[in-house]
């Protein structure tokens, strides 16, 4: 079976008697597609396809059909490109910038990337075991995170102390420590911060 990379927007209306749904436009990729989001201020929605890397379309509904593939899977973005999210207003070298959070599932890594061209990557890293968990007021091992499929990440505080810059959940597909079906894994965006010198 062939996977084919269509993406179907469609607009949903609040009318008297429920929702109205309409297909507005379909937009391809070559091949499979995977994680996406959209910048609203920039109107633009990022897509993921599997094997060849990100691809860049105008959101507005009357606007090209036609994308850029704007970072290529090559380098440090292995395939296959999955999870896709954008964190707003990160500083890096004193300058507010929009983030793309994405994870490379061949290489079991997350990539960050600016949101407006260049697209320029800033940052690299791995979720890795943490063994300072605690459950029950018992401390517990906390294993990393492989083959991420999809990912989420917010801006907005979240809680107080670490969690006042936001916070990254990607999914894990194999839980260890113990084995157990795949988990989620939440990071204080802080914790990033710390790690690659951007804020």
Not at 111 to 140: D, K
Request: proline content about 4%.
């Amino acid at each position: 079976m062939k996977k084919h990379g269509r993406i179907a927007k469609y607009r949903v209306d609040w009318q008297q008697n429920g929702p109205s749904i309409k297909l507005v436009r379909d937009i391809h990729t070559p091949s499979q597609v995977e994680g996406c989001v959209v910048d609203e201020a920039q109107h633009a929605l990022f897509i993921g396809e599997e094997d060849k890397g990100i691809w860049r379309f105008d959101a507005k509904p009357n606007a090209s059909t036609e994308g850029k593939l704007i970072i290529k899977a090559e380098g440090d973005l292995v395939a296959d490109v999955e999870g896709i999210s954008l964190y707003q207003g990160a500083s890096i070298h004193g300058k507010k910038q929009d983030l793309l959070v994405v994870s490379s599932q061949g290489n079991n890594s997350y990539l960050l990337y600016q949101a407006s061209a260049p697209y320029t990557q800033v940052g690299r890293f791995r979720i890795g075991v943490n063994l300072n968990g605690m459950e029950n007021g018992r401390e517990t091992c906390i294993d990393g995170s492989a083959e991420t499929d999809g990912l989420a990440v917010t801006h907005l505080p979240v809680g107080s102390g670490v969690w006042q810059q936001g916070m990254l959940v990607v999914q894990d597909c194999h839980n260890h420590l113990p084995d157990a079906n795949q988990a989620f894994k939440w990071l204080p965006w802080s914790s990033i911060v710390k790690q690659l010198e951007i804020h």
